[in-house]
């Protein structure tokens, strides 16, 4: 498994403002995740972050709402843009240290705007 | 792309029975199915995983099974305990390597 932190935990935001959460983990990884996870729901892929490359977003989720950093093997950063009250959720991010699928998730960051 | 169906929305039983989690999915290419259960608060946490060559596998109180004819797989859970209670999603690989989840299962032990 993996030890992942997150940071912050829980915000509360206004509206137009923008939020950047923090994803450290405890050993070298080259596969990250990020995923939303709204109220009573499932978990829907925002993006896949790998060490050396571009972030890759899925359909519905864009660069310039989600922007991404993954400056090295240990920590990555997701930033929700220009928020409104339909990006209250929680954010997590994961890890698949072996590349065979296996994906260990962080404790999530519970966001809600105002 | 991959779809993972999963029932039932919720399942209420008593301590001490047993309970059941079932999925199906759509791509018969998928080869990789894992079991995540997600208490209040906090992430989700992989509790059980199969892949396609093996049709069963167990661990302790949760059992997984496996039919790659029918696309379907099932989670089982021996001797509810009340530390059960949670929200269990099934999840299947698709072919770009990520991960498909089901709706979730709100599982309540009743003491």
Known sequence: SAVISQKPSRDICQRGTSLTIQCQVDSQVTMMFWYRQQPGQSLTLIATANQGSEATYESGFVIDKFPISRPNLTFSTLTVSNMSPEDSSIYLCSVDRAGAGEQYFGPGTRLTVT | ?111
């Open chain 2, 1 to 111: 792309g991959e779809n993972v169906e999963q029932h039932p929305s919720t399942l209420s039983v008593q301590e001490g029975d047993s309970a059941v989690i079932k999925c199906t999915y759509s791509d018969s290419a998928s080869n990789y199915f894992p079991w995540y259960k997600q208490e209040l608060g906090k992430g989700p946490q992989l509790i059980i995983d199969i892949r396609s060559n093996v049709g069963e596998k167990k661990d302790q109180r949760i059992a997984v099974t496996l039919n790659k004819t029918a696309k379907h797989f099932s989670l089982h859970i021996t001797e509810t305990q009340p530390e059960d209670s949670a929200v269990y999603f099934c999840a299947a690989e698709a072919r770009d390597d990520k991960i498909i989840f089901g709706k979730g299962t709100r599982l309540h032990i009743l003491p």
